[in-house]
């Protein structure tokens, strides 16, 4: 006996089956590609943004710096010229004062050094033929008004003097006195008025207000 077995629906069943899955994968594939395209899409804004921010700053920067640059440069400028300015004003008048020591110095006194180791702070070597002759200088200086203190550091024979002395010859010795003198210093006197001044000034008018 023959029995007749049709199978066409089977392999229409079938068929259908891979079409749908082939279908599912695609649109999956799709989808992922537009996901994917729309997240580079919006990094790439996204860094585009950024890097014109960057820009937008470093420009800021560029400004600031050459801003303080200028800035800094006219600070200077103006600091030397008030450095300059103050430094002019606040000379010491050294002329009197070694007008002064010239004209009290003994007949056979001499000048040897004369050197500023401060504002009003001097060290000076002279040249004597006694001892006796450097006390007497030192007491004229101290006596004077333009000098506040004086020290007498130092009275050595000079022995340049005597080594080209001829030996034979009899010729006194000659003594270097060393002095450190404090000058009065008129420009301190000045600024300290003005302070009081200015405080006298800044009270009247606190009594005033009040």
């Given at each position: ?89 606040y000379q010491f008048d050294t002329v009197p004062l070694l007008h002064e020591l010239i004209n009290v110095l003994p007949e056979r006194g001499f000048f040897q050094t004369f050197d500023f180791t401060g504002p ?91």
């Amino acid at each position: 006996m023959l029995v007749d077995i049709n199978l066409l629906p089977e392999k229409e069943k079938e068929r259908s089956t891979l079409l749908i899955a082939a279908l599912a994968i695609l649109g999956a594939a799709v989808l992922v590609w537009v996901v994917l395209f729309m997240l580079s899409t919006i990094l790439a804004k996204e860094t585009a943004t950024l890097e014109q921010q960057l820009i937008v700053l470093q420009q800021s920067q560029e400004e600031i710096r050459s801003e303080l640059q200028q800035t800094e440069s006219g600070d200077e400028k103006k600091m030397l010229a008030s450095t300059v300015d103050w430094a002019e004003d606040y000379q010491f008048d050294t002329v009197p004062l070694l007008h002064e020591l010239i004209n009290v110095l003994p007949e056979r006194g001499f000048f040897q050094t004369f050197d500023f180791t401060g504002p009003n702070l001097a060290t000076v070597v002279v040249q004597f033929d006694t001892k006796t002759d450097s006390a007497y200088y030192y007491t004229r200086l101290k006596s004077s008004q333009s000098i506040s203190e004086i020290h007498l550091d130092s009275v050595k024979v000079n022995n340049e003097t005597t080594e080209e002395t001829n030996p034979s010859t009899d010729v006194l010795p000659r003594y270097l006195a060393t002095y450190s003198i404090l000058f009065t210093d008129q420009r301190i006197a000045v600024e300290g008025t003005a302070g009081v001044d200015e405080a006298e000034s800044s009270d009247e008018g606190d009594d005033t207000g009040d």
